[in-house]
């Protein structure tokens, strides 16, 4: 079995990805640092070099891959991964593969990617706190759709990582 963590930019898929593995003894796999490894480059120099639309068919082949696994695994997606192509019909077309959505509202999230844009390639140019929540909440609203299609939602507001892992545990037996 594999549990795939979907959500936003800053939702945690990251940090609750590594816990979650952790506790059930799986292996884990964060597809960005996957891509990274693969490529040798950081997110930021591949969208900056070579451009999103090479970031998002590299995105596409990983995934492919990290369905296929044949090992129990904890999986972080990036937070585009399951909006394009018909990856999320991927994603929920496999038996070996359960999703789960990460969800925060947009004032969780706007605090959070006010402190991390620099690293984020999609938001990194947003000058003002303004401009950031304005883009947030209409890529949100976008992105919903394919978010709420996940197996498991699990709304993550003022919870810490480990209560979430905790909330997890409950939830997937
Ligand atoms: C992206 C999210 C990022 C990364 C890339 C694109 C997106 O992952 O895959 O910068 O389109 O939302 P995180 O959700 O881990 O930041």
Known sequence: MKFFLIGYMGSGKSTVGKLLSEELNYKFYDLDQEIEKEYDLTISEIFSRKGEVF??????????????????????????????????????SSDTVRSIYLKLNIQTLLERLQREKTERPMISHLQ??????????????????????????????????????HNLMENLR
Do not use: W
Not at 69 to 91: F, K, Q, R, W
Not at 144 to 150: A, P
């Open 55 to 92: 970031f998002r068919k590299a995105e596409r082949k990983m995934l492919d891959k990290l369905i296929n696994l044949e090992e129990d695994a904890v999986v972080s997606l990036g937070g585009g991964t399951p909006c394009y192509g018909d990856n999320m019909e991927l994603i929920k």
């Open 128 to 165: 003002t706190r303004e401009l950031l929540e304005e883009f947030i909440r209409k890529h949100l609203f976008e992105r919903g759709f394919y978010y709420n299609q996940s197996e498991l939602i699990l709304d993550c507001n003022g919870k810490d990582p480990s209560v979430i892992v």
